[in-house]
RNA sequence: GCCCGUGUGGCGGAAUUGGCAGACGCGCGGGACUUAAAAUCCCGUGAUGGCGACAUCGUACCGGUUCGACCCCGGUCACGGGCACCA
């Protein structure tokens, strides 16, 4: 009897032996494949059996391209500014260096137990300067490029943390970190001009291996859409108002405006009589916190007193003010079709205005409406010389005619809004920019990046929504590096996304210092193939990153537009009901223990057979005692038969090529839960095989080498035990022969009207009466009544269909 | 409210996309080995009825298309995710 199954031994041996020999050597001459996963911030509470799952996921996949032999680049690093740290220096007062530099040990030990075929030598961490140094660097370039600009507004105001927030920070009206409701507040903050690039960022989501769904989200969020600018006059005034809309067919069905309480011309617009209540309603929508806004659903408005002309039949119509108009998109103000727009209907019944059909519902007016037309497919009516006209094309030339008629023209708008870019806290990459009373802005020159964040007294936030880095004065006077008078230094600080949004670029050079990364790398081993990470940052994350790359691709730094050509979105991994995992609720499963009882080869393949990588799973330990049993079983098998060496015959030969089959298929396709089932599925029919007469050295062979991205450890042992001194890694992926996965005979099962009665075995090219035949036979007096009906599907289910 | 997913045994999940529902694993029951236990191995395991070969029902719910539906179509419900007045 041989020895047993013992991962401890095989693991730490075989550990030793990849230190010294790697299995992905730096190899220049082969095609290159870059694997990537979303680099994690080193927090404190270590990883849980979650965060395995995509590592596990993103090694089995760079495994499986090294077998194919390709260099697999496969790099790992730090997102490891945030707030997290931030706030455990405030608490604990110990430098946020200090701890996250300790997260990022532990952090780092845990995850080399998976095993990956991570390239340490490309690690990089965004929080030291060598790499921050071209975080600001970018920032500069955009800057000189007009993309990154200061502006006044009215930003998101967490009263917890002290500091703005991005839109998409809050979360149902609360901080995404904290959870307090967000006010707002006026503040001048560093915007990035994303809008600028809207309709690349839209255009080239079709160039891309993505998720649909992902793809989906990106597009709304971004939001195009097609309409006109439409300015209309204001009734015994100079200057007019300009709306945008994208239904310039229902213009004569206007017969109202509203503009956001924020617009400019808002207060102005009152009379004698109105005065008080407008300006009561624009300071009760400048105080109303974004919750309470978005929280009353009924709409409110307060009418100006003044009127606006409608441009096409010159009418007069009221001009009110209302919040559900958003200051921040098209130009603030609209033009209000309640026949035809659901919002506007709501207010004109509330507020007791004329309500105007211009489209025939089903060729005719619609009597007592009850809630807006709001398709574009119909008649014209009640609209002059538009009146006959079909209102889907008249929406496409409406832009067209407004513009001859010259008070209007096309437009397309987003619903991306640029990027609030600054924050005001201390542990970030800072703002190279210098405040100079003389020049204004001005960069901090190339040659002294990185500007490095300053030791600091204390991490608070200074409450007056200044950084921490404001109260240091040695640092923030300073002069300026144009006209060397005295200035001040920025003190904001870029956001966490700042070094995620490039990183990518930077494994593959991580150490040059005059650039960020060398043009002739980034040309051979950029961009990725293959981007593993979880759904949650199917928008901001994923966008951001292609934002920077399409403007690193202008400014001639890399010559592709795309960072990530293909992405795949694990599903997260759950504890007991699909609860999230976490510290608070205490169903965090830590992997460490499970690497220390079962080993890690079958860690990692029940972080894959607990359900299909793509979805949400619930974790149970119970379930690896399976995957450890399924091991051993292989372990045993192999190596009395190996000794053996078993004649080959058709039966394995068939057995063989249908597990190369099948696992070469649902590894391709992704299915990694049902690569395992495979694996234990044609185990045991080796086991059986066995018993009968044994199995040959081929099969065993084939089966360590298909194991291999999955076990690598028990896989380079027993391909030592063979006899082979390279790695199982550089062995190729077996193949398979199609034609002999075709057996003589097939197994057909026998309906009787659609419900299965017997099985039979047939001939695999019989035919149908034959088929048939045989199929009533089997039936043998199961069979009665009048057969109307029998059909025969070749090599799947023969059906008769009787009537009694 | 709108958009996108998902719904299958006690549990996690399979089903080559319209062709034998429940593969594989967990758990559970029985047996072998053992003084005993663990480990291991063998058998069983959707529900109901029957000693039984077998019969009927069964993929969230209601209906439809089809020789045949977890799969396609129409409607309903539940859960999860995204967006949330974008003119």
Redesign the pocket.
């Known amino acids: 009897m041989s020895e047993s199954y013992n991962h401890a031994a095989i693991e730490k041996k075989w550990r030793k032996i990849w230190e010294e020999k790697p299995v992905n050597p730096k190899d220049a001459g082969k095609e290159k494949y870059y694997c990537l996963d979303m680099f994690p911030y080193p927090s404190g509470n270590g990883l849980h059996v979650g965060h395995w799952r995509g590592y596990v996921i993103s090694d089995v996949w760079s495994r499986y391209q090294l077998m194919q032999g390709k260099y697999v680049i496969h790099p790992m690093g730090w997102d490891a500014f945030g707030l997290p740290a931030e706030n455990y220096a405030i608490t604990h007062g110990i430098h946020p260096a200090v701890s996250t530099a300790d997260n990022v040990k532990n952090i780092k030990k845990q995850i080399q137990d998976i095993a990956s075929i991570y390239d340490w030598d490309m690690e990089v961490n965004t929080t030291d300067p060598a790499f921050y140094k071209w975080t600001q660097w970018i920032f500069v370039q955009m800057f000189k490029k007009g993309l990154a600009y200061e502006k006044e507004m009215p930003i998101n105001w967490c009263p917890s943390c002290k500091t703005g927030l991005a ?2 920070e809050v ?2 009206g609360k901080c995404e970190r904290c959870g307090a409701d967000v006010t707002k507040k006026n503040l001048r903050q560093w915007m990035l001009k994303i809008t600028a690039y809207a309709d690349r960022l839209l255009d080239d989501l079709d160039k891309l291996e993505w998720p ?2 992902v793809k ?2 990106q597009t ?2 971004i ?1 195009r ?1 097609y ?1 006109a600018e439409v300015e209309f006059p204001i009734d015994g005034r100079e200057d007019k108002i300009t ?6 067919d229902t213009l004569f069905g206007a017969t109202f405006m ?1 503009l ?1 309480p924020e617009h400019a011309l808002a207060a102005e617009l009152a009379t004698e009589e109105t005065k008080a209540a407008v300006e009561k309603y624009i300071s009760d929508a400048a105080n109303k916190s974004n919750v309470d ?2 929280q ?5 408005g307060v009418f100006t007193g003044s009127y606006a002309i409608n441009p096409m039949n010159g009418k007069k119509i009221p001009i009110w003010l ?16 309640p026949a035809h ?4 209907f ?1 207010f004109a019944k509330k507020f007791d205005i004329p309500i105007v059909q211009v489209i025939a519902k089903d060729g005719k007016e619609i009597e007592d409406m009850q809630e807006a037309y709001t398709e574009a497919s119909g008649t014209m009516i009640n609209s002059g010389e538009w009146n006959g006209m079909e209102s889907a094309v008249l929406k496409k030339e409406a832009p067209h005619i407004v513009e001859e008629k010259g008070f209007g023209r096309a437009k397309k ?5 640029d990027w609030v870019f600054s924050r005001q806290r201390y542990w970030g990459e800072p703002i190279p920019i210098v405040h100079c009373p003389a020049c204004g802005a001005v960069p901090v020159p190339e040659e002294e990046l990185p500007l490095t964040l300053p030791e600091v007294e204390s991490y608070q936030p200074t409450g007056t929504g200044e950084s921490p880095l404001a109260a240091i004065d040695s640092w923030v006077n300073c002069k300026c590096p144009k006209c060397g008078g005295a200035a001040k230094r920025e003190t904001n600080t870029m956001p966490q996304w700042a070094g995620s949004s490039w990183y990518f670029l930077r494994y593959v050079d991580n150490k040059n210092n005059d650039a960020l990364v060398d043009k002739e790398k980034a040309h051979k081993f950029l961009p990725v193939d293959m981007y593993i990470g979880g ?2 940052h ?3 994350h994923l966008l951001y990153s292609r934002f920077y790359t399409k403007f690193l691709y202008d400014i001639g730094a890399v010559d592709f537009e795309e960072p990530f050509t293909r992405l795949f979105n694990q599903g997260m991994i759950t504890g007991k009901n ?1 609860i ?1 995992m976490s510290k608070s609720k205490g169903n965090v499963v830590s992997p460490d223990d499970l690497v220390a009882d079962y080993g890690c080869d079958s860690l990692r393949l029940y972080e894959l ?4 990588p793509e ?4 974790w ?1 330990d ?9 091991l ?2 292989f372990w ?1 098998l192999f190596t009395e038969q190996y000794e053996k060496d078993a004649p080959e015959t058709k039966e394995l030969i068939y057995e063989r090529n249908k597990l190369i089959y099948d696992i070469t ?2 590894l391709q396709s992704f ?1 990694l ?2 690569v ?6 044609h ?2 029919t080796l ?2 095989l066995a018993k009968k007469g044994g199995v040959d050295r081929k099969t065993l062979s084939a089966f360590v080498q298909l194991l291999a991205p999955f076990t690598p450890h028990l896989a380079e042992e027993l391909w030592e035990k063979m006899g082979n001194s390279e790695t199982v890694f550089s062995s190729g992926w077996p193949a398979y022969d199609e034609a002999l996965l075709v057996t003589d005979e ?4 026998v ?1 009787i ?5 017997a ?1 039979v075995r047939l001939a695999k090219d019989v035919d149908q009466a034959a088929a048939v035949a045989a199929g009533k036979e089997a039936l043998g007096d ?1 069979l009665s009544g009048n057969i109307v ?1 029998e ?1 025969y ?1 070749p ?3 023969i ?1 008769i ?1 009787v009537k009694p």
């Open positions: 839109n998409e979360v149902n649909e769904k989906k989200m709304e969020w939001g859409s309409g709306v945008y809309t994208t239904r310039p509203v956001a806004r978005m009353d659903k009924e709409k409110t209302s919040d559900y108009v958003l200051a921040d998109y098209g130009t603030g103000a609209i033009m209000c079709v727009d659901d919002r506007d709501e708008n987003f619903k991306l809004r759904v949650e199917a928008v901001l699909g999230k057979f607990v359900g299909p979805l949400d799973s619930e149970d119970r379930g690896i005692d399976g995957c450890l049993r399924f051993s079983r045993n298929t649902r299915s839960n049902t395992i089932s495979g694996f234990m599925e185990n045991n086991i059986a097939v197994e057909v099962a309906q009207n659609g419900k299965v009665k099985v199961k009906k059909i599907v090599g799947k289910i059906n269909v």
